[in-house]
């Protein structure tokens, strides 16, 4: 028989159940219990109980109560108290724990077995009438809250227990909660009845069973809350899997002055430093610390005013991370003394610190070297990957707050997380500044590239969210005000509006006014070491998609083999070439067409030399022109005046030429090879202009390997055309000059039916590049440039898992490219294969590639490391071949 | 060995080699041979020796100068004459002969074997030297412009032959050729001797042998004249087959009033008649007929003129229409009261005529229905299924010539290929006015709706031509004048401008001014014999592509089974409509579109309901709204201020709209089934508009069944979401009617995306229709829209072998649906799959649809017959499934 219910602690053998029955908190507290380390004694309702509640509107499953009472008995045992008893009252936690974190996405309820009898008994016990009291006005609100549904009118007010409290506290003149008399509490308490009474009709449960079970249906149901599907959707956790309810005995770290609550870190979550790291509050509850409402002290002075309770946690935090192999998060409770650990889980990090943990881990013998590499999130990389404040032109900073997520970002500042989605939507880099971020924030923390709030330590709820999305964030930053409803901010003297620029340095803390020099970063210490270690592992080549010497140069540091594609029409749209370019553009024949592209040839070369000198030694991957043409010409009146005075041509013929190469559909018109099928003087140029660099650098020592590729194929006879075109020029180019240098022609795969006739391509290619950005326009029949209208619908209502341009399509775009693959070989069976195209640095397209088998992929420069990793991961993960 | 000469006539056994070796007329000279009939002697060299000399840069295979003079030897013992002989010359002819036949494409040398010598010789033999030197001044002329490439120095110059020739006749003061006197004809042999000295630098060929392999090389090297390319490609026939080239005995029809020459059909090809058909000249050789200088008399006349002869011609042709089983185009020529036969063929003929022919072969017992299938190009059959003129608003003739290829047309008159090729590029309808055509102006009839020359008969080349290609055309048209510089025409008194309309009717030969008032084709007498013989073997059906009842009743009466498309944004556009679809596109919010969208329901239920009375019995599928929103709205200033107006919205808005709306590539954007995944309430709106359509019919005893088609889905999801939406409205309103209709729900397969998870997406449908426009242009990466600017080199240059628009692309496109098909029916084996799209009305990619198994076609109205008989010839020729 399935056990719905798993006890732990309180010398309860541990269940062997796993974390996805058990949740993450349940899996981790039975897993403590078993190690000795001391818990408070409780039980957890499994996912299975969750998903039945799903799956029969509500109703549990037959026994579940029963198991239920079998194991408060347990911990009715093991701690000497019952449960609703008048003399010696069991009071319990009851908590989510879905078998992957979903930090504060979903409800607790504490201090529940409180009522208007086990109240006196918990004053006798604890000798604190004052303490009881609070206990159970907390109780009430927190219950009315998440079970009963008592919550305020609107997202702009305050809950009625916030007001009610207020009140209070203005009635008796006070400023805190803590100076609130035993009395005002009693009073409390009964108001806040009254008003659970009023909003629902019902008196507030006395019975403790009650209460249980209407926090744990409660905690089931908050499963299905839009914050966690939200959460859920952005991180990619399924739904279907449900969440434990773990029931435990309360421990008090707001019993006085010996007691305490905190959490921490085994090592430091932003810089992966190997120390204790964390907060806690004296005399104080869990919530308020990761509530970010009082600023809790450094976990260092815990070794002053409590050593012993603080070397229990430092042997303990040793022994989690030596179990479970990776650094964990960690809280705990200190009452009157004595230490009981609440929580262990894999703690959440920057990206820097996952890089050190794991290297780190491997250093100390912990972990070998894949399992080291297992640990990196690749898309994560990215965050060291972003620039840095340039330390020589270090502008003076204007405030400083906690560095809770590092990384420099220049962004301009929003106040509302639905503005920073607007904003980011038409395109603009935003900072999310509020007072401090909830759970409702979390689509505008997504949508900002930085975070700056005014309260909040380390482990706030921005802090946290932002390390998990790899966000520059700056935290309880000192003399910030935020003035949301006028769309402005104050810090010190200056006044900041809604659009201006701030740089923030999240790994400093400092915020500065408009935008701060930033430098590229390096791949040194830890990230140069893994990448080391995931070199020996990978077997996909990786190269960069670079159209000037400085992206070669940039690319080639962080580690790329190679030029996957170089793009030729942006060297088109320079100052000086795009005057001979629209005289090409406008030459009424042949000649004339010849006649500018001539003025291109040397730029061009100029061009490809530079680029050749960049990656001595190494492939360089030229596509031919690819844009339609009209793209090069002006469009609005002015620019028309303009260029037709430049060109010495009448404004009317150059109208009449951008009107002539309108196009309905430019995605799907005249552009690739088509060009060149209409205009072969522009490839055969081209093709000059590569073959004379090659001759000119080679002439210097630099060795060099181009590769011609020839865009937008659909049948075998264009590339056979124009490689015979282009080979005639470069051999004769090559021969004048008397040089030998072996070079490729080959072809971007792009087409649909290109991937099906691949068979017949591949006769006439020495590689094949997919060119995956307009293979999956053409196969979803979307064009990029459209989609703002009905992809995020398409997104969020589950439509599509992820968007198609950024993670590859493998259920579609992928079988063809599967296809274009294994035909190709089956013709020419050594072909290379690789794609370029956006996808070439994002991880799980990158698997894909390494899965069927391409020999490398091309990304942009700053995403070298990252597709280093990814193919090393999938080299790990094994799939074909 | 292969034999590279093979032998005919004169007791020769003929050789069993076939028409690929010996070409048309070749291998027909050998079998009327066989059989009997009086066919001149002589030989053919092979394809193979043609293909050889291709292969071989003009030389010739060992042996076959051997072998000709063999075969030469043979006809002067046949003929009991001897090649160059100064007492009894053979004088040959020397003719190209396809495997297919290429009418007047390739060169032809007659009277071969005449000099100095022999004309004396042949002055002797015939009794008449005023003949021979007429045959003589005929070869060297004939001679010169072939073999030895004299020729005029530009197109519009006549030749320096003609130009003697009129100085002669001008010189001796005569009108006609046949009036000089034989000095004369001495005079211009000897001038047109000095021509060709003077062009070439050579004395003309005196030696019979070097005349004989001039010709021979001349006419193989003919098979790669740009005419003869553009006939292929036209005709889609390989240039890798090769032309033949025999030699032939002459016969004279031109040695006096007891001889004559000419060509006949077995039966008549425009009608397709059972009786002689044709045409002769008295004393003529058989190029006078055929070029169409002087007008020639009927065949019937023949029987008046020389009974003997035509008695023979009758039954020879008898005998060969028999023997081949189809009807025959003969070239014969009378010698002195002696027929012989030149050359038999299958006939040329109208797509009337072709119908007719087939049906009487089968109801004369000579064919058997499959067999007479087989025999019906369906492409051909649009011609007859063209418009003729209203027989009782027929307006006045303004002139009539010759009724040579059947159909009325209405187009704009040009008077150049060029042009006719450049106004039909730019869309319009042209009608090509010529005194009369020659093979330089193919590209023109081919652009031009129908065909109109002042001179020339039935067999003329224009009337040739046009029938095969199924144009209206009327030849040697009484009174017309053309005036090809000054860009007009004369007709009678009036005078028609480039550009003016005219009406041609190409079955009277009579020609309007301005545009008649046409009626559409009928399937009637032997079409609709012949339709009920493909009904019965063909397994596709049949539907049709119709927006409106009219087209709807059209199609029915062409047989159409059904509807297979039925697009509603046509009806959007009704002027009554147009102003609530745009008042629902410009609606800030759901609530305003319903608004809109109510108004729309009633005439759009109208619609579905006039329709489903129209196919009552037959399914309806009904796709819900395709295109983009931005179709419906206005573009230019002046209407966008009318509309805005009419709105009662502000100009800002409407613009602010439209740019909004404007899409970089909106065939791959906001549209189909996307509408609805953003504005649910379209497709319901349009769901309920069908169901009270379906529920009112029903009730008037209307059999109907709708079914429902979402577009332009690429995923099983959006297919599963929209099927509910659809279907819960229309169980809505079919339970609130108490009416029990069974209808599907089914998607458009026209994105790749969507063949290649067809087996998801098969979950959802009851039936696929492949949108083959669309899925032509993705899988292409092709634009129809945006094709003009390179379709045509890639077609002109070999890139493509036709319009992938026009006929199915199979090895691409074809795959994909293939795919689809497969993996629909692996989920669902009894799905229902058709196309519809362009394509359905196109023969070879019926044939395609046959092959992989499809359900239906859908195609234009006018197209339904050809359909059928595509849809049965495919059913002939096999092919899986």
Same mark, same amino acid.
């Given at each position: 028989m399935t056990a719905w219910v798993h006890g732990f602690g309180g010398g309860v053998v541990s269940s062997d159940a796993d974390k996805a029955t058990l949740g993450g908190k349940g899996f981790n507290l039975a897993v403590m219990a078993g190690l000795g380390i001391p818990v408070p004694p409780g039980f957890t309702l499994t996912t299975d109980v969750c998903r039945h509640t799903i799956a029969h509107a509500g109703a549990y499953p037959d026994g579940v109560r029963a198991e239920v009472d079998a194991a408060l008995r347990v911990v009715e045992a093991a701690t000497g108290t019952r449960f609703g008893d008048a003399q010696n009252p069991l009071l319990v936690s009851v908590r989510s724990g879905a078998p992957i974190s979903m930090p504060g996405m979903m409800d607790t309820v504490l201090?529940?077995? %409180?009522n208007d009898t086990t109240v006196a008994a918990l004053a006798a016990a604890t000798g604190s009438p004052r303490f009881a009291w609070d206990c159970y006005r907390r109780f009430v609100a927190m219950y009315a809250d998440?079970?009963?549904?008592?919550?305020?009118?609107?997202?702009h007010s305050a809950s009625p227990f916030e007001r009610l409290l207020e009140d209070a506290r203005s009635h008796h003149g006070v400023d805190k909660d803590s100076d609130l008399p035993e009395s005002a509490l009693r009073e409390l308490v009964t108001a806040y009845k009254a008003e659970v009474k009023t909003a629902t009709g019902h008196a507030f449960p006395e019975d403790v069973t009650d209460q249980l079970w209407g926090a744990i249906g409660a905690v089931f149901r908050s499963w299905g809350n839009p914050r966690a599907e939200t959460y859920r959707r952005i991180n990619g956790i399924s739904s279907a899997m449900g969440t434990a309810v773990t029931v435990q005995a309360m421990v008090f770290g707001? %019993?006085?002055?010996?007691c305490a609550t905190g959490v921490a870190f085994t090592r430091d979550p932003a810089l992966g430093t190997r120390a204790l790291y964390g907060e806690f509050l004296v005399n104080a509850q869990g919530e308020d610390v990761v509530a970010g409402i009082r600023t809790p002290e450094s976990i260092d002075t815990l070794a002053t005013v409590m050593p012993a309770a603080h070397a229990e946690l430092t042997a303990v935090c040793a022994r989690l991370e030596a179990h479970f192999g990776d650094m964990q998060d960690v809280e705990f409770t200190i009452q009157r003394g004595t230490l009981w650990m609440l929580q262990t889980r894999t703690g959440k990090r920057t990206a820097r610190a996952m890089i050190k943990v794991a290297v780190d881990l491997v250093n100390e013998g912990v972990l070998d070297r894949a399992a080291a590499i297992r640990r990196i999130d690749p898309a994560r990389l990215d965050e060291v990957l972003h620039p840095t404040i340039d330390p020589k032109a270090r502008p003076k900073a204007i405030g400083k707050g906690l560095p809770a997520s590092p990384g420099a970002t220049i962004g301009r500042v929003v106040f509302s997380a639905d503005d920073a989605q607007a904003w980011q939507a038409k395109g603009e880099r935003v900072l999310l500044v509020r007072t401090e971020t909830s759970p409702e924030d979390i689509h505008g923390m997504k949508a900002a590239d930085g975070i700056l709030t005014a309260r909040g330590g380390m482990t706030s709820h921005a802090a946290v969210v932002a390390r998990g999305m790899g966000k520059c964030c700056i935290t309880g930053c000192s003399g910030l005000r935020v003035d949301g409803a006028r769309q402005r901010m104050t810090l010190g003297d200056l006044t900041i509006k809604q659009g201006d620029t701030l740089t923030l340095d999240g790994s400093t803390g400092e915020v500065f006014l408009g935008a701060a020099p930033l430098i590229p970063a390096k791949v040194s210490g830890e990230l140069a070491e893994l990448m080391t270690w995931v070199d020996e592992v990978r077997r996909l080549r990786i190269r960069t998609n670079a159209d000037t010497p400085t992206d070669a140069i940039t690319a080639r540091a962080f580690g790329a083999e190679g030029i996957g594609l170089c793009r030729t029409e942006h060297m088109f749209f320079q100052p000086e070439r795009i005057l001979a370019v629209r005289q090409m553009i406008l030459a009424k024949d042949e000649a004339g067409r010849r006649a500018a592209l001539v003025k291109i040839l040397p730029m061009q070369r100029d061009d490809f030399a530079a680029i050749f000198r960049a990656m001595d030694g190494l492939p360089v991957t030229i596509r031919l022109l690819d844009p339609p043409l009209h793209e090069f010409l002006p469009h609005t009146d002015h620019d028309m005046a303009e260029v037709a005075a430049e060109l010495g041509e009448s404004i009317e013929n150059l109208r009449a030429t951008v009107v002539e190469l309108t196009e309905a559909n430019p995605m799907l018109g005249h552009r690739g090879c088509r060009l060149a099928i209409t205009f072969p003087e522009i490839y055969e140029v081209q093709a000059q202009a590569i073959a004379e660099a090659a001759a000119l650098v080679a002439a210097e020592g630099v060795v060099v390997h181009p590769e011609i590729m020839i865009p937008f194929?659909?049948?075998?006879k264009e590339l056979a055309r124009l490689r015979g075109q282009v080979a005639a020029v470069v051999d004769r180019v090559l021969g004048a000059a008397g040089a030998t240098i072996p070079y490729l022609v080959g072809t971007m795969i792009e087409l649909p039916r290109a991937c099906l006739v691949a068979d017949q391509i591949a006769h006439h290619a020495d590689f094949f590049s997919f060119g995956t950005n307009d293979l999956t326009q053409t196969t979803f029949g979307l064009s990029r440039d459209d989609v703002a209208s009905f992809l995020p619908t398409y997104l969020e209502t589950d439509l599509i898992p992820s968007d198609p341009f950024v993670a590859l399509d493998q259920e579609g775009v992928g079988q063809l490219i599967k296809i274009g693959v294994e035909r190709g070989r089956a013709t020419k069976p050594g072909l290379k294969v690789g794609i370029c195209g956006e996808h070439g640095g994002e991880p799980s397209s990158i698997a894909f590639c390494h899965r069927i088998g391409l020999d490398y992929v091309s990304c942009s420069p700053f995403r070298v490391p990252i597709a280093r990793v990814a193919a090393a991961r999938a080299a790990l993960d094994g799939g074909t071949p």
């Open positions: 201090n529940l077995g %409180l998440v079970v009963l549904g008592v919550v305020a009118p609107d997202d707001n %019993l006085g002055e010996d194929v659909f049948t075998p």
